[in-house]
């Protein structure tokens, strides 16, 4: 039967070549663009180099001070003095790295300007973010302790600085007006790593302020890695319950919010986040409906496209009616001959797909950025591809079945 | 001939009922497009109340905790004297951190005889309207003769002059700020410094005193033609020996003014890639279905053809049921779209959604004509011989 239902569609479709083209068309252009969005999508939250064990971490990115009254609010990423008193004495996580976010400065090297990237970080970092090291090695804790005038920088870094394929160990890299000694190479981080990619990682005791007074804003964000996943939520209670032993005396910052919170939640509730839910469900529903939206013009054409196909062949659907074949057989043929069309719109979408992001990976837009389809982007594409061929093929399927046998088969010209 | 082809279309609005929805919602987006491109394009043709070329913008980062006025103000002098002793400076002023182009705001709230204005508040120097060459409307710039004054003075710029004073004489009159009252003492072009694409908003420029020279961590420096690389490094170098800086950096206010820009126009394009690819889907699915419904009435074009109807007005017929199809759209269209300026949603002038709507309308019946052209020219040539003899 199905075979059957295959080679009609097939024929349907070599019958009219240009209506075939349009349909294909709109389908897989369709698809192409939520591919590639999806990819994008899942580069910016899925596990990577080099932060490999996302899936068991916890970020704390900035924590919130209010007035009673909530008239009064300020926020920012969390002081050194909270990060190193506080938060380091935690017991559930096995590691934590602290960093600073990345300040700009420039270098100037051969009579060329280069806008460089420091970052400080403690020595967990490395081990918290699996780096690959193409040259030397992190530094310890005896060179956090002496604040010793050592870098780690990446291989970027080092072959805008050095020159290309210029070996790096022992030289030195200026920023500032300071020069430090260059120990490690990594392979750079893309940019999409929001949170760990930079040119230049310095330890923390060598940053010229911030590490002393008792104020909790600052410039330091916290990973938290947890020995399992089940021990997340135990994170996130110890975390709540430290917040309160927290002093924070002045005038108009009596409530002091802060959250651990997964990789996706850390962005959605900065745009997305009310109180204490993390705005998740609002950016998957903020989500949802723009797919919908944007499908929603294609499949309208769809339709009508099809409509006008269907009725086209309103002879050969009186002969079947008059045969007796039931409504459902017809709606459910021609449901199957629209799925078959979608599913080749689909293959030719993946084609284009992975055609626009071998080009945008080598356009090198988004620096060291490798967007893949994986089974993953797979999936949901074919889940769309699915949704909109049910959805382009029920409504002319159901305008097929209420058509009269006479007038079908008489409207034949 | 209008009421004939408009009976026409509403004896089939069953059939036509998709295409009608089809051409609305496209409709919508080529408004949505439209608006996007009116309200940034009249934003872009503002003028910008200043010159941001050959200047660039150091910022000399955190200047670390435990600093009295006294020291910061010897520190500035120091530097000062320093960078003006280079030839290929020009001139420079310190400033607070906002900068044009830069993501850095400073607002505040005024009020004038009970009127309030938020505002933009740009701390200065008396060089600063020579760094960025702006243009005095009236009044005068800072000079020496404030230092002796009792009252702070402060500078509005054209669009925060007209807001608060209206067509009103603003020279002279005093302004409560920061809790105290400060007076006017001129008025310069409107500053479009946010980027190209945002209208400009109000702007005082007061200058640095003892009060929030603290927070002063940003010099503008005018530099002649020829200062390259070389020369910039040889200036980061200077700062940074002069001062104690965490994060010092330099950078050309025109590198801040095109990624500034592209916070606007990448979005955009994206917007219109996407966007211009629905209207082609579009395109295509209409052009199909006239012409598969004009192969559908082949027998009507034929009589029609046969009692004595010319070429051109069959095709004429076509087409004109295609626009009068396409009429239905934007009136059901328009009503939505005029929403927009009388309930004034996003803030726009009635007159950008107008406009857009009108280029919408403009593109919706040009997209339909395009695609009914060649159906009704084939429609034309059919011979009524060949057409009658089928049935």
Redesign the interface.
Known sequence: MLKNYFKIAIAVLKRRKFFTFISLFGISLTLTILIVLTAFLDVLTSPAYPDVNRSKELFINRIVLKSNKENYTSQSPASFYFVNNFVSKMKTPEKIAIHTGRNTTNAYQNNKKMEVELMHTNVSFWEVYQFEFVEGKAFNAQDLENAAQVAVISADTRSKYFGEGALALGKYVEANNIKYRVIGVVKSAPATMIYANSDIYLPYTLAKSGLKGTSLMGEYMVTLLARSTADLPLIKEEYSQLLKKVPHPEKNQEILLSYPDSYLESFTREIFGKGEGSGKDRFFLMIGIFVFLFMLLPTINLVNINVSRIMERSSEIGVRKAFGASSSTLVGQFIVENMILTILGGILGVLLSLLVIFVLNSSNLISHMNLTINLTVLGYSLLACLVFGLMSGVYPAWRMSKLNVVTALKANN | MLKHLFKLIWNKKKENF??I??VL??FM?IFAVFTLLVHNYRNYKLPRGFDYEQVWSVSL??L??SKDKDSVGLMHENLRNALKSLPQIKELSFTSSNVPFSSSMYRTRVSYKGKELNTDIYRTEMSYKEVLQMQLVSGRWFSAEDNASAKKSLIIDKCGKEQLFGSGEAIGKMISLDGEEQKVIGVVESFKDKSDFKAPEPAIFTRIDTGNIKNIANILIRVTAGA???F??KV??LI??TM???????KHLSDLRSSKNKETTIPMIIFFI?AG??IF??A??I???L???IN?R??EIGLRRAIGATASSVSGQLVGEAVVLATFSLIIGSFFAIQFPLLNVFDLPASVYLTAQFLAIVFIYLLVILCALYPGKQAAAIYPAVALH??
């Open positions: 998709l295409l929805s089809e919602i496209s987006v980062g955190d670390g905790e390259d690389a070389t910039e490094g980061y170098k940074a020996s104690k800086s965490s994060n010092l950096e330099i996407v690819f629905l889907n579009v295509l699915g052009f199909g279905v012409w598969y419904n559908k082949r027998g089928e049935e």
